[in-house]
Each structure stands twice: as C-alpha cells, then as structure tokens.
C-alpha cells in the first residue's frame, strides 16, 4: 500500500510538472527583415535617359528575354526563402538594391514564388549614373507604411558632384509596432579603397542625418538601416562616423549596433573580387531593438541575424568555388543568381 502511494505522489507530481511547464511555455510572432543586391537587375528595353547600355543584360548577343526571366525567377525563389525556416514565410520586409525600375521590381513580386505574399514596393528613381536604385519591398499584410523619402547624400569630389543611389526612408507599422527602415547602396570602390574611402563616409554622415530626422520625431526609435555598403563592418564609415557598436553590452541609448561585424570576425562573407572576401551587406540595429541584460520580447526585438547562404547560391566548382553564384561573367550569362549573399535579421515579440 505505501509504495502505491509513493508511486501516486510521483504521478501527480510528474503531471503538475508537465502542466505548469506547458502552461509557461511562450511563443513568439517572428517576422524576418532582409537586404538582397539583386545583382544588375535591368529590363531589357534600352532607356535613352540613362547608361543602361553598361549593364550585363544588354550586352547579351541573344536570348535577352529568356535571361531576363530565368533571372526574375531565380531571385523569386531566393527571396521567397530567406527565413522560412523560422518565420514560415518569407521576409516581411527586404531592401534591395542594384534594380534599374519599378518595372523590374513589378516583375519580382509577380513571380510564381513570391505572387501570394502581395509584395508592396516603395521605389524612387535616382540619379545614379547607371540608372541603378534602390527599393523596399513588403508584405501588404504584416508592414503599413505611413511615411517614405529618398535622400540624395549629396557627396562631390574635387568639386564635381558624384551621381550615386539615393538612401531611401520608410516609416511603417510592422503589426502593430511603428519601426523604421533606411535602404542604402553606398559609392563603390572604383579607383581603389582608399581614394573612395571619403565618398562611403560622407554617404554614411547622411545616414547619421537621417537618423538624426528619425529622433526629432522618435526618440526611442526603432531603426534598422540595411544595404549593400561598399565597406566592412570594422571601415571608418562604421567606425567612426556611424561608431557602431559591435557588442551588445557596449550599445548606449542613441548607439547602433552592428551583428556583422562579430560575423565578419569570424570569416564570414557575402561576396568576393578577385579572391578578397568582403562583408559589404549588412543590417544594422538601434538600441531599442535590442536585449541587452534583460530577455523582454513584449515589443519586436533583434532575435538574430545571418547572411543567407545556401549551398545552391554558391559557386560549387573552379577557381571561384565557394563564391556567391552571380549572374553575369566576362560578357556572359553563368545562370546565377547574384554577385551577393542576401542578409536578414529576426524580429520576435511574445505573443499575448
């Protein structure tokens, strides 16, 4: 009789165990934010008003259409992945860049992989000299954007004015939480790093400016500025006039934090030229998305962030094996996807 009891008490203990854990168990809404360079995203129509003569596609001797949709369908499918695994569904937000129109970014959405999220796209022609832009797409149903500008950054060297891509504001409610977003495709390295080292910081002091506008308004502001930055995370635009921030615990209130830059630390990439390997795409957070001592997801914060990729976005043999699978090589169509491994971050919150 007293070992039926003991074995009754171990019963409803161990019932009262699994009741109470599974009445503290939490779920969370996550929602995935995402930059992909689409690498040379350009129609195959010939616009007078602008050099896209220059670009990869419009130098094909033939089969421009049928690499044209090869290559809309391809980055569909990429994008339609980014962060499936977790949020069950692809980025509720992605910047992009490298796109030539809005027409290209219609085409996208349209595509049989990503048709059923009902992609919106905030687009503005720049005065970039190729005719390149940047963009920000999202899901009608998880983001309402309330708000949206393109900044020129206004950048001249030796008094002459450098036509590069606008840094594009989005204002918005992602469910019920007001964030906001800066899409940025910052000068290249023509001329090599060093020379076009100061055309990247003053693109970078217009992005302080821009954040800067954000406060006035938003003083606890929720900001992620994202993009193809032409630098590393440890350049001087990061470090010293954006001082990003690598590690949480070292992130003060009007700080931003930068979760390449430990990526970059350890070896990671997402391109590669002429067998240098870069870390130029990136997702920087502010302090208000962040848990620094304290695990609250009441409010949408930073769960995670990664570069996107996947065995079938590499290069898989020769000289470049390892690289990101792009497009367009010496003149030609490779059947890629982009020079650039897409990024993205997770937001979570607590479900109530």
Do not use: C
Request: net charge positive; glycine share 4%.
């Amino acid at each position: 009789m007293k070992r039926k009891v003991t074995l009754l008490i171990v019963f409803l203990i161990s019932i009262n165990t699994v009741f109470f854990s599974q009445k503290k168990e939490k779920k969370y809404t996550i929602r995935t934010i995402a930059f992909y360079n689409l690498e040379n995203l350009f129609d195959t129509i010939n616009d007078t008003s602008i050099n896209d003569e220059a670009s990869p596609i419009m130098n094909l001797k033939a089969n421009i259409s049928k690499v044209y949709w090869d290559k809309i369908d391809k980055l569909g499918s990429t994008i339609a992945q980014i962060g499936l695994d977790k949020a069950k569904t692809s980025p509720a937000i992605i910047g992009v860049s490298e796109v030539e129109n809005l027409s290209v970014l219609e085409d996208l959405v349209k595509s049989k992989h990503l048709t059923k999220q009902h992609y919106g796209i905030i687009h503005y022609n720049s005065s970039d000299k190729r005719g390149i832009d940047v963009a920000l797409l999202y899901q009608k149903r998880y983001f309402k954007p309330v708000y949206h500008e393109a900044f020129n950054p206004n950048i001249y060297r030796d008094g002459y004015k450098v036509y590069t891509r606008d840094q594009l504001l989005v204002s918005g409610y992602l469910d019920d939480e007001l964030i906001h977003l800066i899409v940025n495709h910052w000068p290249s390295r023509s001329g090599g790093e060093a020379k076009s080292r100061p055309l990247r910081e003053k693109a970078a002091y217009q992005n302080t400016k821009i954040i800067e506008k954000i406060r006035q308004k938003d003083p606890n502001a929720k900001i992620l500025t994202m993009g193809d930055f032409n630098d590393d995370p440890i350049n001087s635009s990061f470090k010293k006039i954006l001082k990003t921030k690598s590690r949480k615990r070292d992130v003060d209130e009007n700080d931003i934090y930068n979760p390449y830059e430990d990526l970059h630390r350890r070896g990671f990439n997402t391109l590669a030229y002429r067998d240098n390997l870069n870390l130029f795409d990136m997702i920087l957070i502010s302090a208000p998305l962040l848990n620094k001592r304290t695990k609250d997801y009441t409010t949408y914060k930073m769960y995670q962030a990664n570069i996107f990729n996947k065995r079938f976005l590499t290069q898989k043999k020769g000289r470049y094996k390892g690289y990101p699978f792009r497009s367009f090589s010496n003149g030609g169509y490779t059947g890629g996807y982009s020079d650039h491994f897409p990024v993205y971050v997770y937001l979570i919150k607590e479900k109530k």
